[in-house]
């Protein structure tokens, strides 16, 4: 068996960016950029 990224969920927001979440961290697609909000330093 893999050990491949594990997907764990989707939401659209009111403002209709995608967020969705994996193993690796939470992340935002706001139609033109992916954000990972993990890779921020102010995020803990």
Do not use: C, H
């Not at 193993?23 to 033109?32: A, C, F, I, L, P």
Request: overall charge negative; proline content about 2%.
């Amino acid at each position: 068996m893999s050990g491949g990224p594990a997907f764990l969920g989707l939401l659209e927001a009111n403002d209709g960016s995608i967020w969705f979440g994996s193993y690796n961290g939470v992340y935002r697609y706001d139609g033109k950029t992916i954000t990972d909000f993990k890779s921020k330093e102010s995020q803990q």
